[in-house]
């Protein structure tokens, strides 16, 4: 099943890259660059991992798959298709750590990002929007 996600051309660009020393390898929580560290969140995958960025608002966090939509994370109701409840539910814990608040807790697929934030350019529509920014409102005023 899983192979399906990818395709064979996905898999050797990804070689390839290693081959040509564009990959580094973080196992564990770690600074890829100044201002950019990944951090291990278990739970949907054993290998996934959160990437917490510096901007102007302070730090943000990109969950990625570690929480899939907003609500997955705020009302602890983890994604269905998960390695382990138990550790999902420990990465939310762990988003509450990183990121400076909950406003600054970016999920990996909600729609809601694009209407939460400003975009970032008006001829290309709500596409891309700027998370350095603060959202055009908080996530409390949304969830309660």
């Known amino acids: 099943q899983e192979r399906f996600a990818y395709s064979p051309e996905h898999v050797a660009e990804l070689i390839h890259s290693l081959f040509a020393k564009r990959v ?3 196992q564990d ?7 950019i560290t990944v951090h291990r969140m278990p739970g949907h995958t054993m290998g ?5 960025v510096q901007t102007q608002r302070g730090w943000v ?10 609500e997955h994370w705020l009302k602890r109701i983890p994604f269905s298709i998960c390695w382990s409840r ?3 539910v420990s990465s939310y814990h762990q988003f509450e750590k990183l990121a400076e608040s909950q406003d600054h807790v ?16 008006k001829e290309v529509g709500n596409e891309i929007v700027r998370l350095d920014l603060n959202p055009n409102q908080s996530l409390q005023a949304v969830f309660g």
Do not use: K, N, W
């Open 24 to 26: 580094r390898f973080h």
């Open 29 to 35: 929580d770690g600074e890829v660059a100044p201002g």
């Open 48 to 52: 996934m991992q959160s990437v917490r």
């Open 61 to 70: 966090l990109l969950a990625s798959d570690a929480s899939h939509f907003y």
């Open 86 to 88: 138990e550790d999902l």
């Open 106 to 121: 970016i999920p990996g697929h909600d729609p809601m990002v694009r209407q939460l934030y400003p975009h970032s350019l």
